[in-house]
């Protein structure tokens, strides 16, 4: 009875997954293969150009994906260990982004990093640097947006993972002699693989397709997946060839997806029994004692 009961309750995320999600996915398939031929809307993405934007794409949701790991961890950790009684109001803050206008975060880090915005008036007004730097409009204005945008998409799954670990583990380690770095990297990080996988894929995979953090924090100077896809679905004359590309990097994305899955998979599964094993030797020698 309690399952059927979950089961209706979740009716309405099904439906809506299958009405925003399953659906247009058939439509853009359909589309990419009706009445057309392979040389007409296909062929002429397997070039060096447009791979060279799948790439590109690939390389900006990786790096992104590190970076918010790096920051999020640590962060996740002070929450679920450090914040005591104050890490809902901490939780809070990470939250509350989504509660603004996304437009409106684009405006504010423009303001801050225009080349007479916030960041350079600071800095030549204490003196680090004589001529403003041109941060916005560049590389960099994408990756900070970026950044600063998918953070919470890692920090919530990591510290959801780290809130349940089980801290005896932590004080047994230091009571067996370990260090900080060794109960960090041969405890915590193997336990809480789970949750940096969860959060690795919800930032990797929508930051593949980002079109709008480019085209407003880079001025549109180079060509994503995101906006290409855009500027051809937008077209009059391109609405087929902008579904024959969504449906190839796609596929690109489906293929780094179940790699970078194994290695991470693959990379969890050794160390943990790799630190089961210790577990067992460890017991043994107890035992003959």
């Avoid at 996915?25 to 791979?51: D, M």
């Avoid at 996304?102 to 801050?112: C, K, Q, R, T």
């Avoid at 630190?275 to 003959?288: H, Y």
Wanted: charged share 10%.
């Amino acid at each position: 009875m309690n399952n059927y009961r979950y089961f209706l309750l979740g009716i309405p995320a099904i439906v809506w997954q299958i009405l925003f999600f399953y659906i247009p996915l058939i439509f853009i398939v359909g589309l990419s293969f009706s009445g057309a031929t392979y040389s007409q809307y296909f062929a002429p993405f397997f070039g060096a150009t447009y791979f060279s934007i799948i790439a590109r794409s690939l390389i900006l949701a990786l790096s992104n994906a590190i970076v918010c790991t790096l920051i999020a961890y640590p962060l996740a950790y002070f929450l679920a260990f450090r914040a005591g009684r104050f890490k809902y109001f901490f939780l809070f803050l990470v939250i509350l982004p989504f509660w603004n206008n996304f437009l409106l975060h684009i405006s504010a880090w423009i303001f801050v990093l225009d080349r007479h915005g916030v960041l350079n008036n600071f800095l030549t007004g204490v003196g680090l640097i004589q001529d403003p730097l041109p941060i916005l409009n560049s590389p960099v204005a994408v990756g900070i947006m970026m950044v600063y945008f998918y953070l919470p998409f890692m920090v919530l799954p990591l510290y959801a993972t780290l809130e349940r670990f089980d801290r005896r583990l932590i004080e047994a380690s230091s009571d067996l002699g370990a260090t900080w770095w060794q109960t960090v990297t041969k405890i915590l990080l193997p336990l809480s693989m789970s949750g940096i996988r969860s959060g690795f894929f919800l930032v990797f995979i929508p930051s593949f397709g980002e079109f709008a953090i480019p085209e407003f924090m880079g001025g549109n100077k180079t060509m994503y997946v995101g906006s290409l896809v855009s500027h051809l679905i937008l077209g009059s004359q391109t609405v087929a060839s902008g579904a024959a590309f969504t449906l190839i990097s796609s596929v690109v994305l489906l293929v780094a997806v179940i790699f970078i899955y194994w290695c991470l998979r693959s990379k969890s599964e050794g160390r943990g029994s790799k630190e089961w094993n210790s577990k067992e030797q460890s017991s043994e020698r107890i035992g003959d004692v």
